[in-house]
């Protein structure tokens, strides 16, 4: 049913499975799937960085690339298990890793490198209404590792955040070379972090 596709079970029967241009779910155990994929789905749009909260709340970027620019980026969400999705368009055209602590309260951030190639900004944005507005709450820029020996690069934060509430989330933080991995934790919704 979907080609390279990435299995997210929710408990032992409800799940979904995600494909560049498909999305499914079960709620048998992963015995048979059923398509939940958003409607427009033609062409070049691809799906991409899927969020499952839950068997009835998700969230997933529809992208359309022209060469290595991002043409459209429209989040899609469904409440009932995927079948109606509302579609948000993304402006400017932005998709990132999702994190959702309820259907409501979520967080994005995104990335893009510096015209140098030698670092990478990272953006970390906040929604309260479920993803149909997102507000800017923190860019910070990492330089990157350049070998051999030509730039250090900075510690960065590791994929997802777990967040506890609104308020408190801890992200794992990665530095180079061999420096210990430690975390990152906030009490104020992601605007401020403390090594933990």
Known sequence: MLDAADLHMID??????????RLARTSDGANTFHDATPPGMSGAKQLDHPFFLDSKHAWVFVIEWTQSTLESATL???????ANWRATSIKPAIDGDLDFIDSENGWMISGQEIASHTAIENTRWRTADGGQTWS??????HRMTIEPNVQRGDCA????IGWTSTEHGVAGVSCPYD????VEVTD????TWTLG
Do not use: C, E, K, V
Request: hydrophobic letters at 30%; glycine letters at 22%.
């Open 157 to 160: 934060w590791l994929g997802s």
């Open 12 to 21: 032992g029967q409800n799940g979904w499975a995600f494909g560049p241009h």
């Open 179 to 182: 420096a210990r991995p430690s």
């Open 188 to 191: 104020d919704g992601g605007l």
């Open 76 to 82: 899609a969400r469904t409440s009932d298990g995927g």
């Open 136 to 141: 800017q709450i923190l860019r910070a820029t």
